[in-house]
């Protein structure tokens, strides 16, 4: 799977930001998107179950950021609101080939990764 992800950028604490990732080739299970903040290991932001729509939020993120897919055009959203400066980071989206659907929100199932987008939130 191909996966080409863009929208982030530089923005103001309590802006918006909307990633998009767009996928191509072959069939996958779930899309999510990731984060890797300076100094820290990658998490898990949002994951989606594709067939569904079903989704999981990492706790930081909830009631913040809301995670779509458009089935037709395979292309993942992210809408993140309310940002802070503790949401900068390299912003990376991913498919899972193989999950089932108890294991979706788990980074350890991913197997196809896109090249990651920056998001800096300024206070």
């Known amino acids: 799977v191909q996966l080409q992800a863009s929208g982030g950028g530089l923005v103001q604490a309590g802006d918006s930001l909307r990633l998009s990732c767009a996928a191509s080739g072959r069939t996958f299970r779930s899309m999510g998107w990731f984060r890797r903040a300076p100094g820290r290991e990658r998490e898990l932001v949002a994951a989606?179950?594709?067939?569904?729509?079903?989704?999981s939020y990492a706790d930081s993120v909830k009631g913040r950021f809301t995670i779509s897919r458009d089935n037709a055009k395979k292309t993942l959203y992210l809408q993140m609101n309310s940002l802070k400066p503790e949401d900068t980071a390299v912003y990376f989206c991913?498919?899972?080939?193989?999950?089932?659907?108890?294991?979706?929100?788990?980074?350890?199932?991913?197997?196809?990764w896109g090249q990651g987008t920056q998001v800096t939130v300024s206070s």
């Open positions: 991913a498919t899972s080939s193989r999950t089932i659907y108890s294991t979706f929100d788990n980074q350890n199932v991913y197997d196809s």
């Open positions: 989606i179950w594709w067939t569904s729509g079903s989704s």
